[in-house]
């Protein structure tokens, strides 16, 4: 749905471009040191391509990404990372809540993680399992009851969206010039062009209205509105109307509480499975490790 894929890109897109900045735990000279790798981690192309990748879990309630190592320097440090399929993984069957890797060693549980190789975003959009929490789920009856407005509407287009043709013969016409006259019609549907004999006549008839013209737009857009405001707390970005500053400005606030929710969300994710492994690899186990924000200036 095109309008479903504009307002989650807006969402993804207000938080992945937001800075990134890198905060030491302390102004000691291990922590600088620690800290300063971490910056140089943030900085290398694709952490970006990372952030929209997790946020991806905005839709479907959780995102996966792989980390590929490269081990050729005298230090850990990712490669690449790969967004991987949701349907390679599935939740424990205890408490729902917990990624395992589909298997055949375990068709039903799946077998856990392996450990550092994985960023799992688990966003908490609502409260419950994290297989319910994705927008998607939210706007999907928006999105079914949309695609019956839009196939009537073009039913409705098909049949009144053109106007009536009519062919007139004379009484005393014969099998051949009654055929002749069809095809000429039926031409002027397709081709809008037909030749036919003078003594023939085609008139064009103005379709009659079956009930209020506009009413499946009206709906279309009521079911648009809705996706809008359960994806963004608002419509002001969306339906903006001119003169309104009051109104909007307050919807904007909304839709900003939202975007700084999810990038608290995504810091957290970022620093236990992306940050405290790179630590971890490089200089040990540590007792505080910095902190990766996501923030707006």
């Not at 309630?61 to 230090?75: A, N, Q, T």
């Not at 375990?106 to 190789?117: K, S, T």
């Not at 397709?190 to 079956?210: C, G, L, S």
Request: proline share 5%; aromatic share 10%; net charge negative.
């Amino acid at each position: 749905d095109l309008h479903y894929a504009c307002e989650l890109s807006k969402r993804k897109l207000a938080v992945s471009r937001l800075p990134i900045t890198v905060e030491a735990y302390s102004d000691a000279a291990k922590d600088i040191e620690i800290a300063d790798s971490v910056r140089d981690l943030v900085r290398k192309p694709g952490f970006r391509n990372l952030a929209k990748d997790l946020l991806d879990a905005l839709g479907k309630g959780y995102s996966v990404c792989e980390i590929l190592w490269d081990r050729s320097g005298s230090r850990w440090k990712p490669k690449a990372y790969k967004w991987r399929d949701p349907r390679f993984f599935t939740f424990d069957q205890v408490s729902r809540s917990e990624i395992r890797l589909r298997d055949e060693a375990d068709l039903m549980e799946g077998i856990p993680l392996e450990p550092f190789c994985f960023i799992c975003h688990l966003p908490r959009i609502k409260s419950g399992i994290p297989i319910r929490g994705g927008i998607a789920r939210l706007s999907a009856w928006a999105w079914m009851c949309k695609g019956y407005t839009i196939k009537d509407w073009l039913a409705f287009a098909e049949v009144f969206g053109m106007p009536f043709r009519m062919g007139r013969y004379e009484p005393g016409a014969g099998e051949q010039d009654k055929a002749v006259l069809r095809m000429a019609v039926a031409n002027l549907g397709t081709d809008a062009a037909a030749i036919f004999p003078k003594t023939m006549d085609v008139e064009f008839v103005e379709a009659q209205k079956a009930g209020s013209t506009d009413f499946f737009q009206r709906l279309a857009d009521y079911l648009d509105a809705q996706v809008s405001r359960g994806i963004l707390g608002q419509t002001a970005t969306t339906q903006g109307t001119p003169g309104k500053l009051g109104n909007e400005e307050a919807q904007k606030e909304v839709r900003e509480d939202i975007r700084d929710d999810d990038a608290e969300q995504l810091e957290d994710t970022i620093n236990r499975d992306l940050v405290k492994p790179f630590v971890d690899l490089n200089f040990g186990p540590q007792e505080n490790y910095p902190v990766v924000q996501i923030r707006a200036s």
